[in-house]
């Protein structure tokens, strides 16, 4: 406990201790995931039993949490902050441009080519593609906290950018849609699972509800990866480099946006900030592997290959905050201008 004690900030304890329990839930529960998607019996109760009591720890952190610091699962705040609640006004210029740009050379997949994938492959396929049509701009395709009025007026700009993030998600379901029906399935209009994000999101505020969102783009993005690099069908292919292709877009657009309001010094990114992304991050993994892991399996894509890109990805995502967050503003825009925040094909093809 002393050890402990010397890590944690002393004037925090009681937050520092819920934060813990948060954690210590949370990782419970993504460890309990493995287990639940084994084939053994055995493994499938202790899967259950540690996610129920993981799920309790999580929920003991978080109701402490919010009580006394609603923010702290969405990045650290500075506690000398006179400046906006989200920090200072995004690019707005340079991801208008990215979103208007990025609306050409988008050819249509050719969903009319002739389908290779045999039908014991497509049946768990098509079942993980309406999931993923509903969840990825198929709801409610834009911010849902009671309170993201306080985002979007924060700064002139933002609604702009934000609307144009969400039509991309629309644009998202309506490839998927195509996609569903050329499997031969149906779009869904509710799942529990996507009911029960939902309610997260709208219940922990728009904080929260970007940092969900974040981590969802991260992880689906791994999951289009997979469907691409083992799904042999040209047209899942092509739709694919597409999504991918907006979704480190989107990506990358957070990382900015929190990258100047560090640089501006309303928030900071360091190691225990990092070590709470990556646990979230694998939270959300393990929620999409469980739903999903049928029409991957049936691809020929592996849990191991799963757990060790979403690793990479958000290895990735926090290095380039940080590095970002470190930099002068004013070097960075006279050195990089726009280049840093818009995806190359480099990105898009890695
Ligand atoms: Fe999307
Ligand atoms: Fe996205």
Same mark, same amino acid.
């Given at each position: 406990?002393?050890?402990?004690?010397?890590?944690?900030?002393?004037?925090?304890?009681?937050?520092?201790?819920?934060?813990?329990?948060?954690?210590?839930?949370?990782?419970?529960?993504?460890?309990?995931?493995?287990?639940?998607?084994?084939?053994?019996?055995?493994?499938?109760?202790?899967?259950?039993?540690?996610?129920?009591?993981?799920?309790?720890?999580?929920?003991?952190?978080?109701?402490?949490?919010?009580?006394? *610091?609603?923010?702290?699962?969405?990045g650290e705040q500075t506690a000398t902050n006179d400046l906006s609640a989200?920090?200072?006004?995004?690019?707005?210029? *340079?991801?208008?441009?990215?979103?208007?740009?990025?609306?050409?050379?988008?050819?249509?997949?050719?969903?009319?080519?002739?389908?290779?994938?045999?039908?014991?492959?497509?049946?768990?396929?098509?079942?993980?593609?309406?999931?993923?049509?509903?969840?990825?701009?198929?709801?409610?395709?834009?911010?849902?906290?009671?309170?993201?009025?306080?985002?979007?007026?924060?700064?002139?700009?933002?609604?702009?950018?934000?609307?144009?993030?969400?039509a991309e998600e629309r644009e998202h379901a309506r490839l998927l849609g195509?996609?569903?029906?050329?499997?031969g399935g149906r779009c869904i209009q509710s799942h529990w699972s996507f009911?029960?994000?939902?309610?997260?999101?709208?219940?922990?505020?728009?904080?929260?509800?970007?940092?969900?969102?974040?981590?969802?783009?991260?992880?689906?993005?791994?999951?289009?990866?997979?469907?691409?690099?083992?799904?042999?069908?040209?047209?899942?292919?092509?739709?694919?480099?597409?999504?991918?292709?907006?979704?480190?877009?989107?990506?990358?657009?957070?990382?900015? *946006?929190?990258?100047?309001?560090?640089?501006?010094?309303?928030?900071?990114?360091?190691?225990?900030?990092?070590?709470?992304?990556?646990?979230?991050?694998?939270?959300?993994?393990?929620?999409?592997?469980?739903?999903?892991?049928?029409?991957?399996?049936?691809?020929?894509?592996?849990?191991?290959?799963?757990?060790?890109?979403?690793?990479?990805?958000?290895?990735?995502?926090?290095?380039?905050?940080?590095?970002?967050?470190?930099?002068?503003?004013?070097?960075?825009?006279?050195?990089?201008?726009?280049?840093?925040?818009?995806?190359?094909?480099?990105?898009?093809?890695?």
């Amino acid at each position: 406990m002393q050890a402990i004690a010397k890590i944690l900030p002393a004037r925090t304890p009681v937050a520092s201790l819920a934060a813990l329990t948060f954690l210590a839930g949370v990782g419970g529960m993504a460890m309990s995931f493995i287990f639940l998607s084994s084939d053994h019996p055995l493994d499938v109760m202790a899967g259950a039993a540690g996610f129920i009591a993981g799920a309790i720890l999580a929920a003991g952190g978080l109701i402490s949490i919010s009580v006394q *610091r609603p923010t702290l699962l969405a990045g650290e705040q500075t506690a000398t902050n006179d400046l906006s609640a989200f920090g200072p006004p995004l690019a707005v210029g *340079r991801w208008l441009t990215h979103f208007q740009s990025n609306r050409e050379n988008r050819p249509e997949p050719d969903w009319c080519v002739p389908m290779t994938l045999p039908a014991e492959v497509v049946r768990p396929l098509v079942k993980s593609l309406e999931q993923f049509q509903l969840g990825d701009g198929g709801g409610p395709a834009y911010l849902i906290a009671r309170n993201r009025e306080e985002f979007l007026s924060a700064n002139e700009g933002t609604r702009a950018l934000v609307d144009l993030w969400f039509a991309e998600e629309r644009e998202h379901a309506r490839l998927l849609g195509a996609a569903v029906a050329r499997f031969g399935g149906r779009c869904i209009q509710s799942h529990w699972s996507f009911t029960a994000f939902c309610l997260m999101r709208q219940w922990f505020g728009v904080r929260f509800e970007l940092t969900v969102l974040l981590l969802t783009e991260v992880v689906s993005t791994v999951y289009y990866r997979l469907l691409r690099r083992h799904g042999e069908d040209a047209a899942l292919r092509s739709m694919c480099r597409l999504i991918i292709r907006d979704e480190t877009g989107h990506v990358a657009f957070h990382r900015d *946006r929190l990258a100047r309001a560090a640089r501006a010094g309303s928030a900071s990114f360091g190691i225990w900030w990092g070590i709470r992304f990556r646990l979230l991050g694998l939270t959300a993994a393990s929620v999409l592997w469980v739903s999903h892991a049928a029409g991957l399996r049936a691809l020929g894509a592996t849990r191991s290959e799963f757990y060790r890109d979403v690793w990479h990805e958000l290895s990735r995502f926090i290095r380039r905050l940080q590095r970002e967050s470190a930099e002068d503003a004013e070097v960075n825009l006279r050195e990089k201008g726009s280049r840093r925040c818009v995806p190359t094909q480099e990105h898009v093809l890695e």
